[in-house]
């Protein structure tokens, strides 16, 4: 018996040094009826039995399985998503990549939490990042593997009671979209679906530190890697004016990035993709202008 704490210590104090979430997923009915996925991030085990997602950052990666093959569906750096009008079928998320404070990214070694989404069902997805220093939360920063960790299991046998898990509410997320099946896949002659932007960095009101400036928003679909148009970004310093940059677009990870030709410092910043900068792969132009703001160091 003595065997049994010692391995649960041992594994415990593993995930301490590592830091790592852990994933896991429950469904439920969905109130409209429609298939659909919520996830939610949060930093430790002390904010979610609070309900307090975050941080921002993380690239999650919702994808299906059609034709033997794994299909991306919806990306996004926000903490909280929801994604519905889903078909029946099987499902997974990823975590790919994470953005440092800088915005730079690091790649992440994890395997794919895998789910089926039935008629009618929302699955919850909940990723928990534990034992990360504060430091690192107030930064911004996410250093992260993720797994799927059987944190039931081990409480069980150590004979603790699991807290109680606040599932993620469809109308407190930060992002919800409700898909277009009749525009699947996309570009087909049923897409009138508009691109939306999920998610962007820096978050607004957020701060980074000072040098030659990173920003991403990330979409809902792929885009038309030729229809960018860089003079319709905007990025504006409160003391340095109008910031001269270079835009370009990741299909790998459907963002657009702009990196600013100069080091910027210790002011604010307001950035703008304005209207019809971009168009999805069907030729439906980005609706409205997208704008945020956020301090440099």
Request: glycine share 16%; charged share 20%.
């Given at each position: 018996m003595r065997g049994k704490p010692q391995r649960l210590l041992a594994v415990l104090l593993s995930l301490q040094l590592t830091g790592c979430f852990s994933v896991r997923t429950q469904s439920q009915k969905a109130a409209a009826g429609e298939g659909g996925v919520a996830l939610v991030v949060y930093a430790d085990d002390a904010a979610r039995r609070a309900g307090r997602p975050g941080p921002e950052g993380v690239l999650s990666e919702l994808e299906?399985?059609?034709?033997?093959?794994?299909?991306?569906?919806?990306?996004s750096l926000s903490s909280r998503w929801a994604v519905t009008g889903l078909p029946p079928g099987a499902y997974r998320v990823r975590f790919p990549v994470r953005l440092d404070a800088a915005g730079n990214l690091v790649p992440l070694s994890q395997k794919p939490r895998k789910f089926r989404v039935?008629?009618?069902?929302?699955?919850?997805?909940e990723a928990v990042l534990e034992h990360l220093p504060v430091a690192l939360v107030v930064a911004g920063v996410v250093v992260v593997a993720v797994v799927a960790v059987a944190l039931s299991k081990w409480l069980k046998e150590a004979d603790l009671p699991e807290p109680p898990v606040p599932p993620p509410a469809l109308w407190d997320v930060a992002f919800h979209l409700t898909l277009d099946l009749a525009?699947?896949?996309?570009?087909?002659?049923?897409?009138?679906?508009?691109?939306?932007?999920?998610?962007?960095?820096?978050?607004?009101?957020?701060?980074v530190?000072?040098?030659?400036?990173?920003?991403?928003w990330v979409f809902s679909e792929p885009l038309q890697p030729t229809s960018l148009e860089p003079e319709k970004i905007l990025v504006v310093g409160e003391r340095s004016g109008v910031l001269a940059g270079v835009a370009s677009y990741d299909a790998r990870r459907w963002w657009v990035v702009w990196e600013s030709r100069q080091a910027v410092s210790g002011e604010k910043v307001y950035a703008t993709l304005a209207a019809g900068a971009v168009e999805d792969v069907a030729?439906?132009?980005?609706?409205?202008?997208?704008?945020?703001?956020?301090?440099?160091?």
């Open positions: 299906r399985r059609e034709g033997g093959r794994w299909q991306p569906v919806f990306r039935a008629p009618g069902d929302l699955v919850q997805v525009a699947q896949p996309w570009g087909g002659t049923g897409d009138r679906q508009a691109p939306q932007v999920t998610s962007h960095f820096p978050v607004a009101g957020g701060e530190p000072a040098g030659r400036l990173k920003l991403m030729g439906n132009e980005l609706a409205a202008p997208v704008s945020f703001a956020f301090g440099v160091r």
